[in-house]
């Protein structure tokens, strides 16, 4: 039986470029990961995230390609998780399936946003599905059914209020994500490259549906203005607290609004490697 974990309490890596062991405890709440250029941040994360991909409905009490991850429970077998990467590259020829999937997706981002359209109708159904539930049950149910719809009005009132600059608001009677700008309709690959990037993150937020998950986020903070990149954490934890998030930064930004003790320094984790024979495949560290 699938058992669901409520976070990621710690994280084992052997041989990392076959040079370091990284071993790293973890908050249930936020979690960034700093430090220079070429020190692994981003390797640490994406073997992470490569360990729960291969290991999935597996309990995890094993290593896995040198890599170990830790749940509050040691019986769970997943956490439902998502990965966010701030980059906006065009798509390359061969990624047709995206380009056959709607003619405005033209960027890694536009896709993202698609694939999020259809996670977002899948919450509304939901939800409606527990309003009707809860509508038809007691006094006291269907007295909570109203609080259902509260997150997703929370999404769209910061959404307005992040675009409010541009005169951007949302389309609060669309089942689909579209805007309004000046009396014109907008679909969302309009965006610019900063607003689709704090759309994708809200709104994967959003359609987890309040359950305890994990959110890893490589350098969320490229795109964002300062501003944005300050508010960040504290919206995510506004729209989820039961979400739990790995980051990395090299913003001091993203830590200027109360999150400097729960920032990790790569130098702090890791340490040279215990024995000969460990090994490391993944050579993606950001430089």
């Known amino acids: 039986m699938d058992i669901p974990a409520k976070y990621i309490k710690r994280i084992e890596i052997h041989g990392l470029w076959n ?35 291969q290991t999935m409905g597996e309990v995890k009490d094993r290593m896995k390609d040198g890599v170990r991850v830790y749940f509050d429970n040691p019986q769970a077998t997943y956490i439902p998780y998502d990965v966010i990467r701030s980059c906006d590259r065009p798509l390359l020829l061969g990624d047709t399936a995206a380009r056959m999937a709607d003619p405005h997706v033209q960027s890694e981002l536009d896709w993202h946003i698609y694939l999020l359209q259809r996670r977002y109708l899948d919450y509304q159904v939901n939800v409606g599905n527990r309003m009707i539930e809860l509508l038809n049950g007691t006094e006291e149910q269907r007295a909570a059914a109203s609080s259902l719809s509260l997150p997703k009005t929370k999404f769209q009132d910061m959404i307005d209020e992040l675009f409010a600059y541009t005169g951007k608001t949302i389309d609060r009677k669309s089942n689909d994500i579209a ?109």
């Open 179 to 287: 805007f309004y700008q000046g009396g014109e309709r907008l679909l969302p690959y309009k965006l610019s490259s900063g607003e689709k990037q704090m759309l994708i993150i809200l709104l994967t937020v959003l359609v987890r549906g309040g359950t305890h998950s994990v959110l890893f986020m490589d350098e969320p903070e490229s795109s964002l203005h300062i501003d944005w990149q300050q508010k960040l954490i504290a919206m995510i934890r506004g729209l989820n607290p039961d979400m739990q998030l790995i980051l990395t930064t090299h913003s001091p930004a993203m830590i200027m609004e109360g999150w400097l003790d729960v920032v990790t320094e790569v130098d702090d984790i890791s340490k040279p490697m215990a024995s000969e024979g460990g090994h490391d495949n993944g050579q993606d560290v950001k430089a």
């Open 19 to 53: 040079r370091y062991d990284i071993a790293w405890d973890l908050r249930p709440d936020v979690n960034i990961l700093a430090g220079i250029n070429g020190v692994g941040k981003s390797t640490i994360l994406n073997r992470s995230v490569g360990y729960l991909e």
